[in-house]
């Protein structure tokens, strides 16, 4: 056998037909088996992504005619507050961290489940709180402050400002369990053999996030818990009205949510850098390289939060310092795409839908790197700070990156999840239209916001006309692809043809056992041997 | 995209292109070998692997031209930015005040206006500040932008280098009529500013009442509702906008909100006073959600807008 581990094959019942204490539902929602959980927090995050989506497209209709379209701007406001809440809080923070990460990372490292398998299941069961005190706040008079919940105005407004941040503050609780958690299980829970040196890639990647959700995520929780404190008893920390400072908010904010965008994307790094090898066929290049790359990102991301507020009045020299900082952080992310790129020269390539969502990764994220340059050079910052430049950079990072990878991983490993494969031809027809979608609607938007548009405006002035018809138009394409790829994928769960335990001849770890896992992950522990790609001649010529 | 009006323009443009010219080169660069290589590396064409797991003189290669390029980029930014900050002590001063959700300029002669107006070719300083919540004052032709924060006063300054009428907008979120706080810069000849300047003394409050008694009450209505920012929120013409409509409220019943009972009341005069200086005490109902700001009028403003209301029927 060309595993690079010794494991021995089970024949136990796998993780999905397991019948535990409870039957039907819940055997779900009270299992602490980190795979079946991995799948709850896919379901949930999944059902929010899909209303976030649609709320996105109403944005775009809105603005397809100048005045009112179909909304008053009142109901705009709510709405790209909550696309943003979702889309942040109840999707891409917990993201590919609680959804793979949790299904993953402990068969990566060959252990039979996280350390603590009782808090992962708190964590999940914080994550539905949450998420039902933000549903209570949309019915209850949504926020309109836009995600950043910007005082003084979050602290002013009538709407139900106090809940929705709750919300928010109680999801970062899950954050950080599910952070603590990783930690502990990469530190105490690997294989014997199982040097840090020989972790795959995206264990490396679950890392680095797990540090920045322990460190990070305290801070906005205090923030937001200061935020209910003064709406509700008017304490002063921040409201001018009241002696308090509504500069010191935006950096208390920013401490942790620029942080929280690596915690998105580092992961979504990690999936590239498993899918690449796998594909190619071939031992990843630089793999130290990416690794401490994806530290280095970790470390240097958190002093770089300042680079959100070169027009906010913040001092002079705070903006030197941030501007440098930050350009110091596209070093490490630059080292990961040439490193992907190389491992790509002289493999054996498999064009497979999961290299397909790699590459869109590196196109867009790509992009998204280098308008992020542009945003941290501070003169053209001033320039094209909280415009359309800001969004669409934004999303060429979380969307066209992470979230494409995360479609990847759903492709790679959905045969190893649930034993099944997906619908190929569909598949390919939605990727087509959502990298055209994408790029249609979200270049014209960084196009838009050079000539000026400002951002969260409800309607647009007469020379920003034809930009936002292209970019409406797009958000077309990509609505229909992101719709055409949930269904085929919710179809193949269900319905598609059975597939092998090693479809793409990986290497790592999940790779060795059957597909759907078996309840334990491993029969017996294995012994790891090699580092995690290294692919044998065997492998390469069948 | 590429073009502005004011000293900055350059500054910012060509920095911004510099950081585009190499991102670019190396986007085409790292776009093509991936495209390239899973063309030629297909494994239809190419079943032998050559194996590698790295290669330091590339590690190493590929972590100092970058780190080469961005230092230049933080340099550009950097040098234009400190032009920014640097304000010329000549410059001339004009506070910006944002509030819901207008713009108010006012003069070193205390004149008042909704629209700036500046000479070509001389540093302008604006002093931005804000009545409430967060704003941002930008104007996109001039590369400029700098937050409104209450509290604190911040400084901003151009020197325009063409004449024309250019956007102003709001920047920052500040509620429902963001996308409508919009205003304009009129950039015009030094001299024909210097004549302008001199005109604008009469209106400004230091000339006393102006118009005097020959003039009919109400007449500074439609100018005062300008500049103190009432359209922002209160249209003319009958349209609701985030408050109840000028149009046609005086002398009609009025159903309105009184410490949570609902209640009609008789928009006469008195009621309109109220209304403008306790806004809270009175809520018209349907209008409940946003708090209508109280403005600092002086006794002689108030009769004047309270006599305009009333002639627009
Ligand atoms: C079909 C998909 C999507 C569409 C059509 C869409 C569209 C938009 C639009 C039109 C805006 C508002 C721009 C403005 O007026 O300022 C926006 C804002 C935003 N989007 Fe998306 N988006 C999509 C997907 C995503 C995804 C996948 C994410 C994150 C992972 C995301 C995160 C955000 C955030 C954080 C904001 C800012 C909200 C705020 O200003 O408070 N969006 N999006
Ligand atoms: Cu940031
Ligand atoms: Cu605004």
Redo the contacts with the bound molecule.
Sequence with gaps: MASHAIVETTHEENYLQYKGRHGGLWSWIFSTDHKRIGILYMIGMFAFFVV??TL??L??LEQLTMGPTIMQPSTYNKV??L??VI??FL??VPGITATFGNFFLPIQIGAKDVAFPRLNLFSWWLYVIGAVTALVAVFTGMADT???FYVPYSVRTGTNVTLAVLAAFILGFSSILTGLNFVTTVHRMRAPGMGWFRMPLFVWGLYATAWIQVLATPVVGITLLLIILERTLGIGIFDPALGGDPILYQHLFWIYSHPAVYLMVLPGMGVVSEIIPTFARRNIFGYKAIAYSSVGIALVGTLVWGHHMYTSGQSYTAAVVFSFLTFLVAIPTAIKVFNWVATLYKGSIRVELPLLYAMAFIFHFSIGGFTGLMNAAISVDVHIHDTYFV?GH??YT??GG??FAMFGALYYWLPKMFGRMYGQKIGITAFVLQVIGFNM?YFTMMVMGYMGMP???YDHLPQFHDGHIIATVG?WF??AG?FLMIGNLVWSVFKGAKAEDNPWGGTTLEWQIPSPPPLENFDKIPQVERGPYEHTPVEVSK | MFSGSSTFVSEVDQAFLFILIISVIFFLGITFAMIYFVVRYHHKKNQTVSQSSGNLTLELLWTVIPTILVLGMFYYGFIGYRHMKTIPPDALEIQALGRMWSWLYTYENGYQTDTLTVPLGKPVKIRVESADVLHSFYIPAFRIKQDAVPGMKNYVWFEATETGIFDIFCAEYCGDRHSYMLSLVKVIPQEEYATWYDGTAQFAPAAGPAGDAERKPGSRGPMLVKIKGCVACHSIDGAPLVGPTFKGVFGHQVTVITDGQEREILADEEYLRRSILEPQADRVKGFENIPMPLQNLTEDELAEIIAYIKELQ
Aim: charged share 10%; aromatic share 18%.
């Design positions: 976030a989506i996105g497209l944005m775009r790209f507050t696309h943003g889309m942040i999707f891409i836009g995600w950043t969004v934004f999303h979380m969307f992470t979230v609607l951002r969260r405006y958000s990509l609505v992101l």
